[in-house]
């Protein structure tokens, strides 16, 4: 009783997160709703693990304070698919179908700037150092942006079709990007060039994903499956099975021992990396599972779904 009384207080002080440490079951939900009129499609943790950001293809991004899981600010643009904390937490950026490419301040909720693609934007990821951002869509070329003044830096040019997923390697030295055109390349940011094509899905290949060591890169496939590769090598190591339909999210744990994937049949999915073992498959969300992020510290999970929810899952030990 006497540390519940602490922790409430602690909470309502705004110095203490209710999400992370009161007891909760394994694999249970928390569902944040009520704020999305329209389908989620992106999500982000904030750095230090006390926000969440999630992206609505209505035009609305909602910040959300996760100890007393209700919204402070709501950003507001045209249409949204992505969404990223700049890595001191400072900045909000997000994109959509509208193409452009916003960045707010999220204490003030000011919106900074904005930058213009030449058609819908479905791919965002900022760089770990926080210079740059790089965002990507169907103008099939990737767009790496400076922070520092919010101008065009430079372009990567090779997919043949659509882009749908970025993601910097944990140094930054790498970008990955995923297409519709059934690819993922790797570029060499600072020598602004492609490195390799790593070929082997059968179909679009909707997300991509770098293990915290940066020796893995994982994607999810239009066709239901998941798989591994050696990001140095490009090797393909493993391929998971399990899905219904479309993988349009994954996200690996930040030690690197979990991944998750978020699919079109309404579940998400948990895998030990190592094995390739199904570790768990989470229910709950009634329509098509967008995209999914685990909270720094891993013990939280969080899911967002065209049935208009934000689902928090506590990561089962």
């Known amino acids: 009783m006497r540390r519940h009384l602490i922790v409430t207080m602690l909470a309502l002080l705004g110095c203490y997160s209710v999400v992370s440490s009161v007891p909760h079951q394994p694999w249970s939900a928390r569902v944040l709703r009520g704020d999305h009129e329209k389908d989620v499609e992106g999500v982000a943790f904030s750095p230090d693990g006390r926000m969440l950001a999630s992206a609505d293809n209505g035009g609305k991004i909602i910040l959300w304070n996760l100890s007393r899981r209700r ?17 001191d937490g400072s900045l909000l950026v997000g994109a959509g179908f509208d193409k452009r490419v916003r960045v707010w ?24 150092d926080g210079r740059l951002v790089a965002s990507a869509g169907g103008d099939r070329v990737i767009r790496l942006w400076e922070t520092n ?62 293990s915290a060591d940066g020796h893995r890169l994982a994607s999810g496939c239009r066709d239901g499956t998941v798989k591994l590769w050696d990001a140095r090598t490009g090797e393909e190591k493993q391929t998971l099975t399990g899905h219904q339909d479309s993988v349009h999210g994954v996200a690996f744990s930040p030690e690197g021992k979990l991944l998750a994937s978020a699919s079109f049949d309404s579940t998400v999915k948990v895998w030990e990396v190592a ?18 992020a685990f909270n720094p510290n891993g013990l939280w999970l969080a899911s967002v779904s065209d049935d208009k929810t934000v689902r928090l899952w506590k990561v089962g030990k």
């Open 149 to 210: 003044k919010w101008t065009q830096a430079f372009e990567l040019a090779g997919h043949t079709d659509s882009i749908y997923g970025l993601a910097f390697s944990p140094e930054g030295r790498l970008l990955a990007s995923s297409s519709r055109d059934r690819t993922i390349r790797l570029w060499d940011v600072a020598a602004r060039r492609q490195l390799r094509v790593l070929r082997g899905h059968t179909d679009s290949v909707y997300s991509i994903a770098f």
């Open 275 to 292: 094995s390739g073992r199904l570790v768990r498959t989470l229910d709950g969300h009634s329509r098509d599972v967008n995209a999914v």
């Open 71 to 87: 919204p402070v600010r709501v950003f507001t643009g045209e249409n949204f698919t992505e969404v990223a904390f700049s890595p």
């Open 105 to 128: 301040n999220v204490r003030s909720g000011q919106e900074l700037h904005v930058m213009k693609h030449e058609a819908e934007v479905e791919a965002l990821a900022y760089s770990p």
